[in-house]
């Protein structure tokens, strides 16, 4: 089946610097990646749709200059977080829509990522 | 807007008894839902698709337009039926955006 990977699974940084997160479609094409947040025992919030070559498009209410999104190929999107504060941390988790995917909504979800910014 | 509801954030059952987890969405264009399960320890996963039509782990859900609901049913559970269960309405034309429910932990007991 097709598997999503997300490297690190787990990060601590200290406030102010910036972290990066991948996101990689490991025997897929994915012209779509999509990156969610999820709070602790709260649902996964939609931050951004990402498109191969070409700009993310970011949610209302996410900073896109805070959260910097790059999908350079069709299988690996990027998600840094920039200037990290406590209150980024979260769990982000990205997704990935296969290419020539004929089911609408059907996304492959990575493992997520724990960030904990000290 | 669109909105995915989740009434329930915890159903405990008994192993055997049916289940239903309920769901409600509002949208105004024509609706895409799915369910999608996420045991412990594992990432979210797919566990079925309305267009489908399908029978899934025993799990079947069935879009009802007039209700807009899209409750998730199994006539007798299992204890590894246990698992967070979200609720997601595709929308967002081409984009094909997913929002999801708040999710509801199913804990069938032995």
Partial sequence: GAVVSQHPSRVICKSGTS???????????ATTMFWYRQF?????????????????????????????????????????????????SSFYICSAR???????????FGPGTRLTVL | AQRVTQPEKLLSVFKGAPVELKCNYSYSGSPELFWYVQYSRQRL????????????????ADLNKGETS????????????????????????????????????????P
């Fill in chain 1, 19 to 29: 972290v990066k997160i991948e996101c990689r479609s490991l025997d897929f094409q």
């Fill in chain 1, 40 to 88: 602790p025992k709260k649902s996964l919030m939609l931050m951004a749709t990402s498109n191969e070559g070409s700009k993310a498009t970011y949610e209302q209410g996410v900073e896109k200059d805070k959260f910097l999104i790059n999908h350079a190929s069709l299988t690996l999107s990027t998600l840094t977080v920039t200037s990290a504060h406590p209150e980024d």
């Fill in chain 1, 98 to 108: 296969a290419a020539g995917a004929t089911s609408r909504g059907e996304q492959f």
């Fill in chain 2, 45 to 60: 996963q797919l566990l079925l698709r309305h267009i489908s039509r399908e029978s899934i782990k025993g799990f079947t």
């Fill in chain 2, 70 to 109: 899209f409750h998730l049913k199994k006539p007798f559970a299992q204890e590894e039926d246990s698992a967070m269960y979200y609720c997601a309405l595709s929308y967002g034309g081409a984009t094909n955006k997913l929002i999801f429910g708040t999710g509801t932990l199913l804990a069938v007991q």
